[in-house]
Structures are given as structure tokens and as C-alpha cells.
């Protein structure tokens, strides 16, 4: 019998071998999804140390502080409140101030309305006095302006009026500022107990330097001149 399963042709080459000079490229891997997923976690975990520790140093610095503060000996600490009491005292007696008492020998028969002040028995600081009625603002700013006019006797004819007036200098018109007013019961008085009726006023203004301020008055002869009965004045906020 004929063989028919021999053939003439050869057999193919066998691909040679790689040596190990030989480097053989493959694509990293991409990282994977729990990879990314821990990185983020560390980051999140070093930013959340670093603000603990940030506030527990503050905590630290802070307590250690108030524990040097109260380990001073007694006289360091009141030399400091010494210190911050004449401070605070200093600045306070800066501040321009003025309680004016009405003067009992003012002329109660000027026509001009305004009332003059006692100025033995009055208090200005920083606070100018011209013509025994007028007070002049040296140091601008917001000032809290009072005024308790008394009355011993009523008009008949027109309601009892005090009235804070301001001028822009002593040469300006006087204008109204603020004012008030009160009223005597003509049936509630005796002849043992006189009738009286006091018109308070208080408001914060803001001031000029070379500003005047006054009281007026519709008829001095109206007011009550007692001690402490009628006042007025101001400070500076």
C-alpha cells in the first residue's frame, strides 16, 4: 500500500526563544475603584487630623494663659486693674460734660426768654459758657442734651413751654431743638401747697464745634427757681 499521509514538504520553523536581554512591553493595569476610594479616604482622614490638632492647640494656649494669669501674685493683678481703672477713668474725664442750676437772681423781667445759670454752682468740662445762658460746643460729636424746667405758676392763656434752642454761633438765630411742656390743674392748689408742673426733655443730637444751646422760656417769672428744681446740661457719648 502507498502511504499517503507523507509528504514532501517540511515542517514549519519553531519560533526562537526570547532571551532575557529580551523586555517584553504590557499596559499597566488601571488603578481600581476601591484604590481611589482609599486615597481619598487618607486625604479626608490628614485634613481632619490637622484641624483636631489646630483646635486642640488653641485650647491649649488658651488655658495655659488663664493659668499664668492666675498664678501672678495678688499685686500684679491689682496692679493691672489699677492700670486699666485709671485708663478707663482718663478717657471718661476727657469727655466733654456740663450740669448747669438755674441762677435764683437771674432777670426774671427780660424779655428775651432765656434762662441764665449759676456758674459757682454748675459743672462744665470741655464745654464753653457765653453770657450766662448759652453753653458752646467745643469738641463735635453725639451728645446727649437734657433739660427739667419747673413751673410754680400757669399762663392763662398759653400752655407752659420749655424749649432746648441751638444757634450755629452767637452772631445766628436761635432755632428749636426740642421742647416740652406741662400743665398746672387750677383746682388741685392751695394756698399752703403752691401748684407746680415740671416739662422734662432728653434726646441725643449730634453736635458742631462753635454750636450754642440754651433754655427758653415763655415768662421767666413762671419758672421755679429753687435748688435743683430747674437744670439742664449735656455729655458727650
Not at 504590557?26 to 490638632?53: D, E, M, N, T, W
Not at 383746682?187 to 441725643?204: D, F, H, M, N
Not at 440754651?214 to 427757681?225: G, K, P, R
Request: charged content about 20%; some cysteine; aromatic content about 10%.
Amino acid at each position: 500500500m502507498i502511504n499517503t499521509y507523507q509528504t514532501s514538504m517540511a515542517p514549519p520553523p519553531v519560533p526562537p526563544r526570547l532571551s532575557g536581554s529580551h523586555q517584553v512591553l504590557i499596559p499597566a493595569p488601571l488603578p481600581s475603584q476601591g484604590h481611589s476610594k482609599s486615597l481619598v479616604r487618607f486625604v479626608v482622614g490628614v485634613v481632619l487630623l490637622h484641624l483636631f490638632l489646630s483646635i486642640g492647640a488653641f485650647f491649649y494656649l488658651y488655658h495655659y494663659d488663664r493659668m499664668l494669669s492666675n498664678q501672678l501674685p495678688s499685686g500684679k493683678q491689682e496692679e493691672r486693674k489699677e492700670a486699666y481703672r485709671a485708663s478707663e477713668k482718663q478717657e471718661t474725664s476727657y469727655r466733654p460734660l456740663a450740669r448747669m442750676l438755674v441762677d435764683k437772681r437771674s432777670d426774671q423781667e427780660s424779655e428775651s426768654g432765656f434762662l441764665q445759670w449759676n456758674i459757682k454752682h454748675s459743672v462744665l468740662r470741655n464745654v464753653g459758657y457765653y453770657r450766662k445762658s448759652w453753653l458752646t460746643i467745643q469738641q463735635p460729636g453725639d451728645y446727649y442734651v437734657y433739660s427739667r424746667v419747673t413751673f410754680s405758676k400757669g399762663d392763662s392763656e398759653r400752655p407752659l413751654v420749655s424749649r432746648v434752642t441751638l444757634r450755629k454761633g452767637d452772631k445766628e438765630e436761635a432755632t428749636i431743638l426740642t421742647q416740652a411742656y406741662c400743665s398746672l390743674d387750677s383746682g388741685s392748689g392751695t394756698a399752703l401747697i403752691p401748684r407746680q408742673c415740671t416739662a422734662t426733655q432728653g434726646e441725643v443730637i449730634t453736635l458742631e464745634k462753635g454750636n450754642q444751646l440754651s433754655v427758653w422760656v415763655q415768662n421767666l417769672l413762671l419758672v421755679d427757681y429753687g435748688d435743683g428744681a430747674t437744670t439742664f446740661g449735656m455729655y458727650r457719648l
